[in-house]
């Protein structure tokens, strides 16, 4: 038995967990996540640069991401105006309230792609209820339904 500690006590993992990460293992990771190596400046660049769908990717890619998506509204706003187009007074009314960027245009994106859908006639043909898709329907207000009811009426 006491061969065995003295040998353990000689070992270089001696003291250490075995389940800690090893610090060169840590290191690489640390050197491949830009997030963590660039300017602040530059990383944001590059996040700008994404449509709404990477970027809601993006953030689900580690912490360190997440953590700079989530912390710059700005990277949110471009996509916000965006979806301003179709939904304004949504937009407006969010805003006012003292919504982020980001809330703003999470709480506004679907209720934007399905009006759209409507108001540029994609579901001008229906006969029934059963042949609109479910999974691209969203709750909208009786002033939205009177915008589409008026595109519809142009047609």
């Not at 700079?68 to 949110?76: G, Q, T, V």
């Not at 209720?111 to 108001?119: A, D, F, I, N, Q």
């Not at 229906?126 to 915008?147: F, H, Q, R, Y």
């Amino acid at each position: 038995m006491q061969k065995i500690s003295k040998r353990n006590s000689n070992s270089p993992t001696a003291g250490k967990e075995l389940n800690s990460v090893c610090p060169d293992k840590k290191k690489k990771e640390n050197k491949d996540n830009f997030v963590e190596i660039l300017p602040p400046e530059v990383t944001f660049k590059i996040f700008s640069q994404l449509d709404i769908q990477s970027l809601c990717r993006a953030a689900t890619t580690c912490k360190s991401w997440n953590q700079e998506i989530k912390n710059c509204d700005y990277l949110w706003k471009h996509h916000c105006l965006t979806v301003r187009a179709i939904c304004q007074k949504e937009i407006d009314g969010d805003r006012g309230n003292g919504y982020s960027w980001r809330v703003t245009l999470l709480r506004n994106y679907w209720k934007s792609k399905v009006k759209h859908e409507w108001l540029s006639g994609r579901y001008s043909n229906i006969c029934s209820p059963v042949s609109l898709p479910e999974k691209n329907m969203c709750p909208m207000d009786a002033e939205t339904w009177g915008e589409i009811l008026e595109a519809e009426l142009e047609r």
